[in-house]
């Protein structure tokens, strides 16, 4: 590419995610012109551009400002934005709007902006550019050579970006819905692409905040079977990670469950000790998780599972506090020695993960079919699990499964009821049941398992105490409830205050 040739792509934001997004586009016949406030940053990936091409025609140009940036790409613009999410988003846009950006530019921010904000944004600039948005998902390796991308916004913007979008996306088979691996600079391969058009604005981000939500919930799963191996049988982290190797074979073969049994091997260089038991247990999150647990609440859709994994790195923070209650309040004292059979302990526990996934991910979906109808979405929910089977960090061979149960029916209301995961769950429900009481037996916690159990019992209950509970609330607040045997459009009201607690009807 000449120095003084116009480029296809803008881009601004050259942190770990954007300078690897850079390369996978260079590397798909893409010319980039690149931005960022740090000079260093900029010259760091020309720098790197120019070693993966042997020193041959450069496929990224630097850029100063804005200005020059608008100047040296090809009209109507198109510029990607890897800026964290919140005012950098805006402080970015509007240095574009005094740069000279035009009406039929095309912006994309492909941060984790919370979905409002980016409804919010699309109407904020509407006369000034097109605000497109795209969350990525994947990590720096998902960025750089396949990343799974969630785009929505504008459906003309997007017969823009499809191509572009569908070829720097991580590819699956798609007889098998495996990951096509795409290891080395340059290298390309065909296959299904992990990219497809969500919906309206702020639909993607929305799906992609859901994404992150089940993915606390299966990494909090994970973490908890390897807490109840170590504390209840006292293995080692390499007998552990043998496990999950094993594990890993099988119907939870996932990249979560791969990389964990690479933590669990790695030891500290100089004393030779394993990572994981040097590696303070505080951990901390970047909101995603917290905002999927909230939107649950607001639309009214239980996902217990994601919650507790949200809590779970709460309780974690709270270090000297465990410390100090860890002397102080008691728990069993039977400890591993109530394991007599350690076998069918590990295989309780592996059917307790199997089914707490399907459960946290069927209430992650739920959350996504809710959400669709309150904000008139429509959403592709076999389309979502296809695109999430490769590049990023919740693929897993799980997902095909997923696809499958949407593909045979594009309207079910829950995961749990296709006929496979029915399946599944029925026939793997008693190992479950019986691993959450070696936990609750041994003093280990598993909120994540037990509350995953919870959901599904409470989803399976035709009559749920919350009779009494609406009896409650009108004894105290006068809330008024429904009957069994009567019309439910009707209220109902009983006269608590007075001896003959007479039973009346509210007219609506």
């Known amino acids: 590419m000449a120095q003084n040739a116009l480029c296809d792509i803008g881009f601004i934001g050259l942190g770990v995610m954007g300078k690897n997004l850079v390369l996978n586009l260079a590397d798909n016949g893409y010319s980039i012109a690149a931005f960022d406030l740090s000079n260093e940053k900029v010259n760091d990936v020309i720098e790197q551009d120019q070693l993966e091409t042997n020193g041959g025609e450069p496929r990224v140009q630097g850029c100063s400002s804005y200005t020059e940036l608008l100047s040296r790409l090809k009209s109507p613009h198109l510029i990607v934005l890897s800026v964290p999410a919140g005012a950098p988003v805006d402080q970015v846009s509007e240095s574009l709007i005094g740069a000279g950006i035009q009406r039929d530019d095309i912006v994309i921010d492909t941060g984790n902006s919370l979905w409002v904000d980016t409804v919010a944004r699309e109407e904020k600039y509407k006369n000034d550019f097109i605000l497109f948005s795209s969350a990525v998902s994947g990590g720096e390796v998902g960025a750089r050579f396949g990343p ?149 609440l607001e639309v009214g859709c239980p996902a217990p599972t994601i919650s507790q994994a949200v809590y779970a790195r709460s309780i974690s923070s709270f270090k000297d506090l465990r410390i100090q209650a860890s002397d102080i309040l008691a728990g069993p004292a039977l400890g591993a020695d109530l394991i007599e059979d350690k076998q069918a302990f590990i295989d309780r526990l592996h059917d307790a993960i199997y089914c707490a996934k399907i459960s946290a991910y069927a209430q992650g979906f739920q959350l996504m079919k809710l959400a669709a109808k309150e904000h008139n979405w429509t959403l592709d929910f076999a389309s979502i699990a296809k695109i999430w089977r490769a590049g990023c960090i919740i693929r897993a061979v799980f997902l095909q499964s997923i696809t499958q149960a949407f593909e045979r029916n594009e309207n079910l209301e829950n995961l749990m009821l296709d006929e496979f995961f029915a399946k599944q769950l029925s026939e793997h429900q008693l190992n479950w049941r019986k691993s959450v009481a070696d936990s609750a037996l041994l003093g280990v916690p598993t909120s994540a398992i037990s509350s995953s159990l919870s959901y599904y019992d409470a989803m399976r209950t035709e009559r749920l105490p919350a009779d009494l509970l609406q009896g409650q609330r009108d004894f105290f607040g006068a809330h008024t409830f429904e009957r069994v045997d009567i019309d439910s459009n009707k209220k109902y009201h009983v006269e608590w205050s007075t001896p003959e607690r007479k039973l009346i009807s509210i007219e609506p």
């Open 148 to 296: 799974s991308l969630m785009p929505s916004g504008s459906a003309y913007a997007w017969t823009r970006i499809k191509p572009i979008w569908e070829a720097i996306a991580a590819k699956v088979d798609p007889k098998t819905g495996k990951p096509i691996e795409r290891t080395q600079p340059g290298q390309l391969v065909e296959g299904e692409p992990c990219a497809a058009y969500i919906g309206p604005g702020g639909a993607g981000h929305f799906v992609k905040m859901v994404h992150n939500g089940i993915e606390y919930a299966d990494m909090q799963i994970i973490c908890e079977a390897y807490h109840m191996l170590r504390a209840g049988l006292n293995l080692s982290t390499n007998e552990i990670a043998d496990i999950f190797e094993q594990w890993n074979k099988g119907p939870l073969d996932s990249y979560l469950m791969e990389i964990s049994v690479e933590v669990l091997r790695q030891t500290e260089v100089e004393s030779g000790a394993p990572l994981v038991d040097i590696i303070l247990d505080k951990a901390g999150q970047k909101g995603t998780g917290l905002w999927t647990a909230m939107s649950s």
